[in-house]
């Protein structure tokens, strides 16, 4: 209800809402009387002599006869407040015959009254006096759980609840709770299983029927399985049969076990003897038709009381779908049938043999949805033929295929009868409702049918042929879907003839008008059409015997089929607004008709009225023998008993929903029912509501009688109306009326009921134009070729306009439920959720101004003048247009505009619903900010109209042949300089140059020819008036720029503004928006000069054809963007000034192998630069460097794989796309690996080879063969020196030299390994000559690449990096800047390509990178601390110039010397290139820190070093502190090593196998050993022998005995710490733990002989030496190598050197240690 907030009014006064207002009958004369109440009432509900009342508060009064109470009211009007209920809060209330229910706030029931059959729920009594709880609980919960109810219905002798989950529930007697039994009365409620899993609105009880609305199933609902037979009788649901001139298809099943038995009836058993189905025939197509044995049809129930007896099973109903011959005969009344014995068969009548005519006068349907999830249904029948008008098959094979079918039906059932199936079994429906064609897939029944007639084709043959030769396509659809059109609803399904009263013509007329659709059929009925003839034209094997003159006629051009109804509503207000797609369900008894399906026949279970399912029913209600319901189109369908006119038409009784009888205009939105009259609640002419009444006339006076005859004919205004204000709602009940009415307070009751009139009249409007205009249009054949380009736009504004219609239809159910119950501003739709009403609005208007500016109102002239005629009437009247003499076009266009003229009405209503609250309320800034939404709309959609005609109107004066490449749907006119005040500067003088601006491009046209400058890549600038004196604009797009000059200053202004506008509009993607580019309303100054955009260029030599999608800067591709070529090549990457610049992405189609070349890395100028991979199609990948567009610098190429037919590896220097300076190639075919120059891809200069077989090569190579003076030695040490011609051939003079010191001196010529000629002399050392200088030696590498020579161009990538153009040259600040520059856009690609990856750690490393170690003067220690931390830093990451440099390093070494390069004559050169990778990186740093010393300078102590006291052992065996002298290797080995350490290491041992392995045969002999008898061997003094040692088995104790059996217990932790060199990489960190070893070996001995001690070498060696043999490091000789190659040379006289010199003695000593 109203808030405070209302002005002035504080609480409202009872005397000004919720008035209650009773009458009864319809005389001039009468006056209501008026319910005083306390407080206003919500609701009220009429029994048949008693109401009851539900008011704020909620508190629940009843008045009228009340027998049920102890002590009768002595004034009937008087209310009673029930008491019982003052506790709990009641929502909504309910009346039946002679009992009454309440619904309480928490979803619980109450009911009281009379109570004899069951109907109060209160198991006992027959009469319930106070309210009294009724549980309604869900059985198939356990425990069982209450369930939650909505609303009650009340009937005579029987109630109705809707639950929460939108179920119903039902108790009481009668076949009008629709539940599967026949005991009663039903105490307990129980739902209604044939309506679960449905959605159900709203229920109503009539006096012995009851009524359900429900929401059509939804898409989902629609694509489930449906069984083929049916769950009760086990019939087919769909059967076919082949007939020599016709095919009979029937989907429609009706079920015997639906109907209603009579008293002592019983119910047929399943397997007994079953009953033939009744085939009924329409009056309108040849049918094949029979009736069950006993009878032809069952006499009508007598409409004062329950039916009689049947005495038959009224059987199954097939109505089907014949085709019939192409020339009909002669009509013949069918030939009457014979029984046959054993059962029954079907006899085929000649017409309605029993029953009367009269009082039934409707067809019998058989509704083919009685079966939607689960329970038996109901379905009509018994109705016989009527005459016929086609020909019969003979009598003979009616009789066959009767009995084959009885057969048939009668085993299957007695099997399943003896199986133990359950008699009454709940199944699915066998014909769902059909969808939207255009939006879902048919459904499964659908299917099924199809496949009926696929299966059919071949059989039919020719017959099917000419069968659709003869009919014309919409007949076609109609057999197919003989709810199409008329044939498959209650009123025209197939099966009864008309009564005398009602023609065959009538019927079919009927047919088509109101049974139009099947059950739940979502879309409308020229979707159905299309959408049926679509499916049918397009199954297998049926048209391949179709005349060539039929397909030539369906395939026309033909508009696609539009929904005007959309299929599940507006998507966004599906939940927020009511539904629109309802169906009305009903059961019961249908002595009146008051079922609504064409009989009166009964209905044990809820069945669905077809004719109702495309009407949008919002409301149901039902007097006592006849039914209401209201459709959103204010529309008042009535059916049942119309024995007092009732009905408000004069059909009595009428078996189908009618419409009542009310002048056009009268938009009804409330109704009520009693037992003989309806009472209309109806919009008038002004906002206040009138009231219409039909039905039985009441005599005035103390005690109203009915006067006999005294009825309207018609619904009547009542005059009182409008002295009771404004009503909000009716009811009905007995002879009673009531009317709950408000009175206008402040305004606000007005405003709302005014808001929701306009809404219904704007339904009301729009349905009846997409009636009355668009159907009739959209049925015409020739629409789509006489729209032609334009048809798809007519299609969108068609469907836009359905959305609207749609919503507006929605929203007006919805207002009006407002109305009904709160009459509240909040929670309207239209404010909550304005969004979905102007999108709506919004998306409407651009359709129909993309219509009208492609000239689509003028196309549709010729369809209306097809349709409609000359004197298009119903145009002018829809359009409300005065003009007379208006062409279709301009009344079409007037047409489509006017529910945008609505968004008027929206916001005058709001703003006048905002002025009756107080400024500062909520609700008024509420309503005042809706008003503000739907105004600024309406003003800019005008704006959007005018545009449209103004752009329309251009295109009728623009030359014809650019119109058609120019004119596009999307495309506004801003302005256009035909009046020659812009022209082109330098322009010839006979040239003709036109401008045109439109909301996208601006089009530059002369002659013929024309050019379009999209707007999103066009730049405009003034020129200055000062330096020419003209008025110019400077116009910049991607491939042309070019000066227009305008006529004045003020012509320069507005094409400059308009220009600057329409581009930041078309840039922020409202370029349709195009008024706002006119009227300059709100926008930016200027537009952006860096934008996103795309472009296809047509002129550019290199871009031809391509199109960009990406950055631009004043024309140009700037920023991250994309090119697709024509040819299917495409770069994705950064573009600098137009050209490639920076990282990108390159593809390039190789069509010759159907794979693409791949690149991805850097690009200068357009050109690939920089470092990069290229993938070939080929299968080779190139990764290194380029320069312009070539391989350029160092990089590695990998060709093939090891599987293809020559895969190899090469890096090194490239130079112009050839291989050129010094790289390695691995052979992996050859098993060879050459290390040396190259030039023009060839091997040129000094080189070394190595294969996997152990050969060695050192020497020149020429042309790429081994060609000079060279050095070969083999694995076993055979040695040749000398000249060489070929890959390993010798030819020329040279020195062969045996392992065993033989010579061969002279020439040789032949291949090595394959015999060799020689001519020289041979040489036999001297075997008593012990001087060995004179025997000879090969010295190897003489003829190799120096160490310096390798890898430069990985260093001068470096130094360019750094700004420097050779090493050392450049300025030290550029480089940190060069340094800096790479890190952050590294950073950046990284972010912008997640692909990439990036580690935490990683981001954390570039983080701490950003900060430079600060220099200043002199290096400390401090300071050099810091730079090694920065540089292992650097040296960690690949974005940083360093880590690069050391990655590529780190690559080519081990490319270098793994695999085949691990040969062990190659350590020297292995252990040269660390040392030379030392000095460059050196230098390197150096550059970097300037004031770090050269190699070997000293950095000065710390001033404020503490010297402090140490003791002569400590002293004695302390080093130079590390970090003092500056050096390479102590600086860079600690970050290089580590990387190279697996190579580097393995040649050691390679090269140290033979030591290696004699030291180790010593080493496992000596260990053999026990403790102390070693250290006699090695001699140490008995002095050091340890005599106890630490034990790491507590239960022993701490310290052990040493015995002459302890094992490798002796100076244990002293090996340990010896043994941790193997996991050690630097020498520094090697010699640190040989430091250690010493240390912990004197702590030992300190500890044993408790005194000061110094060390002599003769006696340090044996212990140490003893140490060294426990330690077992298996490759000592690799170590000392190792330490003795790259120790730091100022460590080597020192305490470190002495100690390593001690190690090494160990090892030789160990080597050649005799064991006797």
């Given at each position: 209800?109203?808030?405070?907030?209302?002005?002035?009014?504080?609480?409202?006064?009872?005397?000004?809402?919720?008035?209650?207002?009773?009458?009864?009958?319809?005389?001039?004369?009468?006056?209501?009387?008026?319910?005083?109440?306390?407080?206003?009432?919500?609701?009220?509900?009429?029994?048949?002599?008693?109401?009851?009342?539900?008011?704020?508060?909620?508190?629940?009064?009843?008045?009228?006869?009340?027998?049920?109470?102890?002590?009768?009211?002595?004034?009937?009007?008087?209310?009673?407040?029930?008491?019982?209920?003052?506790?709990?809060?009641?929502?909504?209330?309910?009346?039946?015959?002679?009992?009454?229910?309440?619904?309480?706030?928490?979803?619980?029931?109450?009911?009281?009254?009379?109570?004899?059959?069951?109907?109060?729920?209160?198991?006992?009594?027959?009469?319930?006096?106070?309210?009294?709880?009724?549980?309604?609980?869900?059985?198939?919960?356990?425990?069982?759980?209450?369930?939650?109810?909505?609303?009650?219905?009340?009937?005579?002798?029987?109630?109705?609840?809707?639950?929460?989950?939108?179920?119903?529930?039902?108790?009481?007697?009668?076949?009008?709770?629709?539940?599967?039994?026949?005991?009663?009365?039903?105490?307990?409620?129980?739902?209604?299983?044939?309506?679960?899993?449905?959605?159900?609105?709203?229920?109503?009880?009539?006096?012995?029927?009851?009524?359900?609305?429900?929401?059509?199933?939804?898409?989902?609902?629609?694509?489930?399985?449906?069984?083929?037979?049916?769950?009760?009788?086990?019939?087919?649901?769909?059967?076919?049969?082949?007939?020599?001139?016709?095919?009979?298809?029937?989907?429609?099943?009706?079920?015997?076990?639906?109907?209603?038995?009579?008293?002592?009836?019983?119910?047929?058993?399943?397997?007994?003897?079953?009953?033939?189905?009744?085939?009924?025939?329409?009056?309108?197509?040849?049918?094949?038709?029979?009736?069950?044995?006993?009878?032809?049809?069952?006499?009508?129930?007598?409409?004062?009381?329950?039916?009689?007896?049947?005495?038959?099973?009224?059987?199954?109903?097939?109505?089907?779908?014949?085709?019939?011959?192409?020339?009909?005969?002669?009509?013949?009344?069918?030939?009457?049938?014979?029984?046959?014995?054993?059962?029954?068969?079907?006899?085929?009548?000649?017409?309605?043999?029993?029953?009367?005519?009269?009082?039934?006068?409707?067809?019998?349907?058989?509704?083919?949805?009685?079966?939607?999830?689960?329970?038996?249904?109901?379905?009509?029948?018994?109705?016989?033929?009527?005459?016929?008008?086609?020909?019969?098959?003979?009598?003979?094979?009616?009789?066959?295929?009767?009995?084959?079918?009885?057969?048939?039906?009668?085993?299957?059932?007695?099997?399943?009868?003896?199986?133990?199936?359950?008699?009454?079994?709940?199944?699915?429906?066998?014909?769902?409702?059909?969808?939207?064609?255009?939006?879902?897939?048919?459904?499964?029944?659908?299917?099924?049918?199809?496949?009926?007639?696929?299966?059919?084709?071949?059989?039919?043959?020719?017959?099917?042929?000419?069968?659709?030769?003869?009919?014309?396509?919409?007949?076609?659809?109609?057999?197919?879907?003989?709810?199409?059109?008329?044939?498959?609803?209650?009123?025209?399904?197939?099966?009864?003839?008309?009564?005398?009263?009602?023609?065959?013509?009538?019927?079919?007329?009927?047919?088509?008008?109101?049974?139009?659709?099947?059950?739940?059929?979502?879309?409308?009925?020229?979707?159905?059409?299309?959408?049926?003839?679509?499916?049918?034209?397009?199954?297998?094997?049926?048209?391949?015997?179709?005349?060539?003159?039929?397909?030539?006629?369906?395939?026309?051009?033909?508009?696609?089929?539009?929904?005007?109804?959309?299929?599940?509503?507006?998507?966004?207000?599906?939940?927020?607004?009511?539904?629109?797609?309802?169906?009305?369900?009903?059961?019961?008894?249908?002595?009146?008709?008051?079922?609504?399906?064409?009989?009166?026949?009964?209905?044990?279970?809820?069945?669905?009225?077809?004719?109702?399912?495309?009407?949008?029913?919002?409301?149901?209600?039902?007097?006592?023998?006849?039914?209401?319901?209201?459709?959103?189109?204010?529309?008042?369908?009535?059916?049942?008993?119309?024995?007092?006119?009732?009905?408000?038409?004069?059909?009595?009784?009428?078996?189908?929903?009618?419409?009542?009888?009310?002048?056009?205009?009268?938009?009804?939105?409330?109704?009520?029912?009693?037992?003989?009259?309806?009472?209309?609640?109806?919009?008038?002419?002004?906002?206040?509501?009138?009231?219409?009444?039909?039905?039985?006339?009441?005599?005035?006076?103390?005690?109203?009688?009915?006067?006999?005859?005294?009825?309207?004919?018609?619904?009547?205004?009542?005059?009182?109306?409008?002295?009771?204000?404004?009503?909000?709602?009716?009811?009905?009940?007995?002879?009673?009326?009531?009317?709950?009415?408000?009175?206008?307070?402040?305004?606000?009751?007005?405003?709302?009921?005014?808001?929701?009139?306009?809404?219904?009249?704007?339904?009301?409007?729009?349905?009846?134009?997409?009636?009355?205009?668009?159907?009739?249009?959209?049925?015409?054949?020739?629409?789509?070729?006489?729209?032609?380009?334009?048809?798809?736009?007519?299609?969108?504004?068609?469907?836009?306009?359905?959305?609207?219609?749609?919503?507006?239809?929605?929203?007006?159910?919805?207002?009006?439920?407002?109305?009904?119950?709160?009459?509240?501003?909040?929670?309207?739709?239209?404010?909550?959720?304005?969004?979905?009403?102007?999108?709506?609005?919004?998306?409407?208007?651009?359709?129909?101004?993309?219509?009208?500016?492609?000239?689509?109102?003028?196309?549709?002239?010729?369809?209306?003048?097809?349709?409609?005629?000359?004197?298009?009437?119903?145009?002018?009247?829809?359009?409300?247009?005065?003009?007379?003499?208006?062409?279709?076009?301009?009344?079409?266009?007037?047409?489509?505009?006017?529910?945008?003229?609505?968004?008027?009405?929206?916001?005058?209503?709001?703003?006048?619903?905002?002025?009756?609250?107080?400024?500062?309320?909520?609700?008024?800034?509420?309503?005042?900010?809706?008003c503000s939404r739907f105004e600024v709309l309406a003003l800019h959609l005008k704006r959007k109209r005018k545009e449209a005609e103004y752009t329309c109107h251009f295109w009728k004066s623009f030359p014809g042949?650019?119109?058609?490449?120019?004119?596009?749907?999307?495309?506004?006119?801003?302005?256009?300089?035909?009046?020659?005040?812009?022209?082109?500067?330098?322009?010839?003088?006979?040239?003709?140059?036109?401008?045109?601006?439109?909301?996208?491009?601006?089009?530059?046209?002369?002659?013929?020819?024309?050019?379009?400058?999209?707007?999103?890549?066009?730049?405009?600038?003034?020129?200055?008036?000062?330096?020419?004196?003209?008025?110019?604009?400077?116009?910049?797009?991607?491939?042309?720029?070019?000066?227009?000059?305008?006529?004045?200053?003020?012509?320069?202004?507005?094409?400059?503004?308009?220009?600057?506008?329409?581009?930041?509009?078309?840039?922020?993607?409202?370029?349709?928006?195009?008024?706002?580019?006119?009227?300059?309303?709100?926008?930016?100054?200027?537009?952006?000069?860096?934008?996103?955009?795309?472009?296809?260029?047509?002129?550019?030599?290199?871009?031809?054809?391509?199109?960009?999608?990406?950055?631009?800067?004043?024309?140009?591709?700037?920023?991250?963007?994309?090119?697709?070529?024509?040819?299917?090549?495409?770069?994705?990457?950064?573009?600098?000034?137009?050209?490639?610049?920076?990282?990108?992405?390159?593809?390039?189609?190789?069509?010759?192998?159907?794979?693409?070349?791949?690149?991805?890395?850097?690009?200068?100028?357009?050109?690939?630069?920089?470092?990069?991979?290229?993938?070939?199609?080929?299968?080779?990948?190139?990764?290194?460097?380029?320069?312009?567009?070539?391989?350029?610098?160092?990089?590695?190429?990998?060709?093939?794989?090891?599987?293809?037919?020559?895969?190899?590896?090469?890096?090194?220097?490239?130079?112009?796309?050839?291989?050129?300076?010094?790289?390695?190639?691995?052979?992996?075919?050859?098993?060879?690996?050459?290390?040396?120059?190259?030039?023009?891809?060839?091997?040129?200069?000094?080189?070394?080879?190595?294969?996997?077989?152990?050969?060695?090569?050192?020497?020149?190579?020429?042309?790429?063969?081994?060609?000079?003076?060279?050095?070969?030695?083999?694995?076993?040490?055979?040695?040749?020196?000398?000249?060489?011609?070929?890959?390993?051939?010798?030819?020329?003079?040279?020195?062969?030299?045996?392992?065993?010191?033989?010579?061969?001196?002279?020439?040789?010529?032949?291949?090595?390994?394959?015999?060799?000629?020689?001519?020289?002399?041979?040489?036999?050392?001297?075997?008593?000559?012990?001087?060995?200088?004179?025997?000879?030696?090969?010295?190897?590498?003489?003829?190799?690449?120096?160490?310096?020579?390798?890898?430069?161009?990985?260093?001068?990538?470096?130094?360019?990096?750094?700004?420097?153009?050779?090493?050392?040259?450049?300025?030290?600040?550029?480089?940190?800047?060069?340094?800096?520059?790479?890190?952050?856009?590294?950073?950046?690609?990284?972010?912008?390509?997640?692909?990439?990856?990036?580690?935490?750690?990683?981001?954390?490393?570039?983080?701490?990178?950003?900060?430079?170690?600060?220099?200043?003067?002199?290096?400390?220690?401090?300071?050099?601390?810091?730079?090694?931390?920065?540089?292992?830093?650097?040296?960690?990451?690949?974005?940083?110039?360093?880590?690069?440099?050391?990655?590529?390093?780190?690559?080519?070494?081990?490319?270098?010397?793994?695999?085949?390069?691990?040969?062990?004559?190659?350590?020297?050169?292995?252990?040269?290139?660390?040392?030379?990778?030392?000095?460059?990186?050196?230098?390197?740093?150096?550059?970097?820190?300037?004031?770090?010393?050269?190699?070997?300078?000293?950095?000065?102590?710390?001033?404020?070093?503490?010297?402090?006291?140490?003791?002569?052992?400590?002293?004695?065996?302390?080093?130079?502190?590390?970090?003092?002298?500056?050096?390479?290797?102590?600086?860079?080995?600690?970050?290089?090593?580590?990387?190279?350490?697996?190579?580097?290491?393995?040649?050691?041992?390679?090269?140290?196998?033979?030591?290696?392995?004699?030291?180790?045969?010593?080493?496992?002999?000596?260990?053999?050993?026990?403790?102390?008898?070693?250290?006699?061997?090695?001699?140490?003094?008995?002095?050091?022998?340890?005599?106890?040692?630490?034990?790491?088995?507590?239960?022993?104790?701490?310290?052990?005995?040493?015995?002459?059996?302890?094992?490798?217990?002796?100076?244990?932790?002293?090996?340990?710490?010896?043994?941790?060199?193997?996991?050690?990489?630097?020498?520094?960190?090697?010699?640190?733990?040989?430091?250690?070893?010493?240390?912990?070996?004197?702590?030992?001995?300190?500890?044993?002989?408790?005194?000061?001690?110094?060390?002599?070498?003769?006696?340090?060696?044996?212990?140490?030496?003893?140490?060294?043999?426990?330690?077992?490091?298996?490759?000592?000789?690799?170590?000392v190598s190792l330490i003795e190659d790259l120790m730091d040379p100022c460590v080597q006289h020192g305490e470190h050197g002495i100690m390593f010199t001690t190690l090494k003695a160990c090892y030789y000593q160990i080597q050649h240690e005799k064991i006797s």
């Amino acid at each position: 209800m109203m808030e405070s907030q209302r002005k002035n009014s504080g609480e409202d006064s009872p005397g000004e809402r919720g008035l209650l207002h009773l009458w009864k009958g319809y005389s001039c004369s009468l006056t209501p009387d008026r319910v005083l109440l306390p407080r206003p009432v919500l609701q009220v509900a009429l029994g048949t002599s008693h109401g009851v009342m539900l008011v704020e508060g909620g508190q629940v009064y009843s008045f009228g006869a009340l027998p049920w109470k102890q002590t009768q009211v002595s004034e009937p009007l008087e209310p009673v407040l029930e008491s019982t209920l003052s506790g709990q809060r009641v929502v909504s209330v309910a009346a039946g015959g002679r009992h009454s229910g309440a619904v309480t706030e928490d979803g619980g029931v109450h009911m009281w009254g009379e109570n004899s059959a069951g109907q109060c729920g209160v198991p006992g009594v027959s009469v319930v006096p106070n309210p009294t709880p009724v549980g309604v609980l869900d059985p198939d919960t356990c425990p069982p759980h209450s369930v939650r109810v909505l609303e009650l219905a009340c009937g005579e002798q029987h109630s109705l609840a809707l639950s929460a989950q939108h179920e119903v529930w039902a108790w009481g007697s009668g076949s009008q709770l629709g539940l599967l039994t026949t005991a009663f009365p039903v105490w307990k409620p129980q739902r209604v299983e044939h309506l679960a899993g449905r959605h159900v609105l709203q229920v109503a009880c009539g006096a012995t029927h009851s009524l359900a609305l429900v929401r059509c199933l939804g898409p989902l609902d629609l694509r489930r399985p449906f069984p083929d037979k049916c769950g009760q009788c086990n019939q087919q649901l769909y059967t076919m049969t082949d007939k020599e001139d016709h095919v009979i298809i029937s989907d429609s099943h009706y079920c015997p076990l639906g109907v209603e038995l009579g008293e002592g009836e019983a119910r047929p058993s399943l397997g007994g003897g079953s009953k033939a189905p009744c085939l009924l025939s329409s009056p309108s197509e040849p049918l094949l038709s029979s009736l069950s044995p006993a009878s032809a049809s069952a006499p009508p129930a007598s409409p004062a009381g329950p039916p009689e007896p049947s005495s038959k099973d009224p059987g199954l109903t097939h109505p089907e779908l014949v085709l019939p011959p192409p020339h009909p005969a002669k009509p013949q009344p069918p030939p009457p049938c014979s029984t046959a014995s054993g059962y029954s068969h079907p006899q085929v009548p000649q017409g309605r043999e029993t029953g009367n005519p009269q009082r039934d006068p409707q067809p019998s349907p058989a509704p083919s949805s009685a079966y939607v999830d689960g329970g038996q249904a109901a379905g009509g029948g018994g109705g016989g033929a009527g005459a016929k008008s086609s020909p019969y098959p003979d009598e003979k094979e009616v009789k066959d295929y009767l009995k084959r079918l009885s057969e048939q039906t009668l085993a299957e059932q007695t099997a399943k009868t003896l199986a133990g199936a359950p008699a009454l079994q709940p199944v699915p429906d066998p014909s769902p409702p059909e969808p939207d064609p255009g939006s879902h897939p048919p459904s499964t029944a659908g299917s099924t049918l199809n496949s009926l007639v696929v299966s059919c084709a071949s059989a039919v043959g020719e017959r099917v042929a000419s069968t659709y030769e003869a009919l014309s396509l919409k007949k076609m659809m109609n057999y197919y879907y003989p709810s199409v059109g008329g044939g498959g609803g209650p009123g025209g399904a197939p099966g009864g003839a008309g009564g005398p009263g009602e023609g065959g013509l009538d019927r079919v007329l009927l047919e088509e008008t109101m049974q139009g659709k099947k059950s739940s059929s979502l879309g409308d009925i020229r979707e159905e059409e299309a959408g049926g003839l679509r499916r049918r034209l397009s199954l297998p094997g049926l048209l391949s015997q179709v005349s060539p003159r039929l397909l030539r006629k369906s395939s026309r051009p033909r508009l696609q089929a539009t929904p005007l109804t959309p299929v599940g509503g507006v998507p966004e207000a599906r939940e927020l607004l009511p539904s629109l797609h309802t169906e009305v369900w009903s059961w019961g008894r249908g002595d009146q008709g008051q079922l609504g399906h064409g009989d009166t026949l009964p209905r044990l279970q809820p069945v669905c009225i077809k004719s109702l399912s495309s009407k949008e029913v919002v409301r149901v209600v039902s007097g006592a023998h006849h039914s209401v319901a209201l459709t959103a189109q204010s529309q008042v369908f009535t059916w049942g008993s119309n024995s007092s006119g009732q009905l408000g038409h004069m059909e009595s009784p009428s078996t189908i929903p009618r419409l009542a009888k009310l002048s056009e205009g009268i938009r009804v939105w409330d109704v009520g029912a009693g037992e003989q009259h309806t009472v209309l609640l109806a919009d008038g002419d002004c906002c206040q509501p009138i009231l219409y009444y039909s039905g039985l006339q009441v005599r005035e006076g103390p005690a109203p009688q009915d006067l006999p005859g005294a009825y309207t004919q018609q619904p009547v205004l009542l005059p009182f109306c409008m002295n009771l204000g404004y009503v909000s709602g009716v009811c009905a009940g007995g002879q009673t009326c009531v009317a709950l009415a408000d009175h206008n307070v402040m305004g606000f009751i007005a405003s709302f009921h005014e808001l929701a009139a306009a809404e219904r009249k704007l339904y009301c409007k729009l349905s009846s134009i997409k009636g009355q205009i668009l159907r009739p249009l959209l049925d015409l054949e020739s629409l789509g070729s006489a729209l032609g380009p334009c048809a798809g736009l007519f299609q969108m504004v068609v469907a836009r306009f359905s959305h609207l219609c749609h919503l507006s239809g929605q929203h007006a159910a919805a207002l009006t439920s407002t109305l009904r119950r709160g009459r509240e501003v909040r929670g309207l739709v239209l404010l909550d959720n304005s969004s979905i009403f102007l999108d709506s609005y919004r998306e409407y208007c651009c359709s129909v101004g993309n219509l009208q500016v492609m000239g689509g109102f003028q196309t549709l002239a010729k369809p209306c003048l097809d349709v409609f005629g000359k004197s298009p009437e119903v145009l002018q009247r829809l359009a409300e247009s005065s003009d007379e003499g208006a062409s279709p076009s301009d009344l079409l266009a007037a047409l489509f505009h006017l529910p945008l003229l609505h968004l008027q009405q929206y916001a005058r209503l709001l703003l006048k619903l905002a002025g009756c609250f107080e400024a500062t309320s909520e609700d008024h800034q509420q309503l005042q900010e809706g008003c503000s939404r739907f105004e600024v709309l309406a003003l800019h959609l005008k704006r959007k109209r005018k545009e449209a005609e103004y752009t329309c109107h251009f295109w009728k004066s623009f030359p014809g042949k650019m119109t058609d490449s120019l004119r596009k749907p999307h495309r506004r006119l801003i302005c256009e300089s035909s009046n020659k005040a812009l022209t082109l500067q330098n322009a010839g003088r006979f040239s003709v140059n036109w401008f045109i601006l439109f909301n996208d491009a601006l089009v530059h046209a002369q002659f013929s020819t024309h050019h379009v400058f999209p707007l999103a890549t066009l730049w405009v600038e003034p020129i200055p008036e000062e330096n020419t004196g003209q008025y110019g604009l400077k116009v910049i797009s991607p491939e042309e720029t070019f000066v227009l000059l305008a006529c004045s200053s003020m012509e320069k202004t507005k094409w400059l503004r308009s220009i600057k506008q329409a581009v930041d509009l078309a840039l922020s993607g409202s370029g349709q928006e195009a008024g706002a580019a006119a009227s300059g309303a709100g926008q930016r100054a200027e537009p952006p000069i860096s934008r996103t955009a795309s472009y296809t260029f047509y002129k550019d030599s290199r871009l031809k054809e391509a199109t960009y999608e990406g950055r631009w800067l004043a024309g140009k591709p700037n920023g991250r963007g994309v090119v697709k070529w024509s040819d299917g090549r495409i770069y994705t990457g950064t573009f600098k000034n137009g050209l490639e610049d920076g990282y990108g992405d390159y593809v390039v189609p190789n069509k010759a192998l159907n794979k693409s070349d791949h690149y991805q890395g850097h690009w200068k100028e357009g050109k690939m630069h920089g470092q990069g991979s290229y993938r070939y199609a080929t299968g080779e990948v190139y990764e290194g460097s380029f320069q312009d567009n070539m391989r350029h610098g160092h990089g590695m190429l990998r060709s093939g794989t090891l599987n293809s037919c020559c895969p190899s590896v090469f890096i090194g220097h490239w130079l112009q796309d050839r291989k050129c300076g010094y790289g390695v190639l691995d052979d992996i075919t050859r098993g060879e690996k050459h290390m040396g120059m190259w030039q023009d891809d060839q091997r040129q200069g000094t080189g070394v080879i190595v294969t996997q077989f152990g050969l060695y090569y050192e020497g020149a190579f020429c042309n790429n063969k081994m060609m000079g003076t060279g050095v070969l030695l083999s694995e076993d040490d055979t040695s040749y020196e000398g000249e060489f011609s070929e890959d390993w051939t010798l030819n020329g003079k040279g020195l062969l030299t045996m392992p065993n010191g033989d010579l061969f001196e002279g020439s040789f010529s032949g291949e090595w390994g394959s015999g060799l000629k020689v001519t020289g002399s041979y040489f036999k050392p001297n075997l008593y000559d012990t001087d060995k200088d004179k025997t000879h030696s090969v010295k190897l590498g003489r003829l190799v690449v120096c160490a310096e020579d390798k890898w430069r161009a990985v260093f001068e990538e470096c130094w360019s990096q750094l700004g420097c153009e050779a090493p050392g040259q450049g300025e030290h600040s550029q480089a940190w800047d060069r340094i800096a520059v790479a890190l952050t856009s590294s950073r950046r690609q990284h972010r912008d390509s997640p692909e990439l990856g990036l580690s935490r750690t990683h981001s954390k490393t570039l983080e701490s990178l950003e900060f430079i170690p600060q220099q200043t003067g002199p290096v400390t220690m401090e300071t050099y601390d810091s730079i090694r931390h920065y540089l292992i830093k650097a040296c960690d990451t690949p974005l940083h110039p360093l880590g690069r440099l050391l990655e590529a390093l780190v690559a080519v070494y081990r490319m270098t010397y793994v695999g085949v390069g691990a040969n062990r004559r190659l350590l020297p050169q292995a252990v040269s290139e660390v040392m030379s990778y030392l000095a460059r990186i050196f230098q390197l740093v150096r550059f970097l820190f300037p004031d770090l010393p050269e190699e070997g300078g000293l950095i000065p102590e710390p001033s404020s070093l503490d010297t402090k006291e140490t003791s002569s052992t400590s002293s004695q065996l302390e080093s130079p502190k590390p970090g003092r002298v500056v050096s390479s290797s102590a600086l860079l080995l600690p970050v290089l090593l580590p990387r190279l350490y697996p190579p580097l290491f393995t040649l050691y041992a390679l090269e140290k196998e033979r030591e290696d392995d004699a030291y180790w045969d010593c080493v496992i002999r000596l260990n053999k050993q026990p403790d102390l008898a070693l250290l006699a061997f090695l001699g140490v003094q008995q002095k050091f022998w340890p005599v106890s040692f630490s034990s790491s088995d507590p239960v022993l104790g701490d310290k052990q005995q040493v015995l002459s059996t302890t094992k490798d217990s002796c100076f244990a932790s002293a090996v340990e710490t010896l043994q941790q060199i193997s996991t050690t990489f630097t020498p520094s960190d090697k010699l640190q733990v040989i430091q250690m070893t010493f240390e912990d070996i004197t702590q030992e001995v300190l500890s044993l002989l408790k005194e000061d001690f110094l060390w002599s070498m003769d006696d340090l060696f044996p212990v140490f030496l003893y140490v060294v043999l426990r330690a077992r490091i298996r490759n000592l000789g690799s170590e000392v190598s190792l330490i003795e190659d790259l120790m730091d040379p100022c460590v080597q006289h020192g305490e470190h050197g002495i100690m390593f010199t001690t190690l090494k003695a160990c090892y030789y000593q160990i080597q050649h240690e005799k064991i006797s």
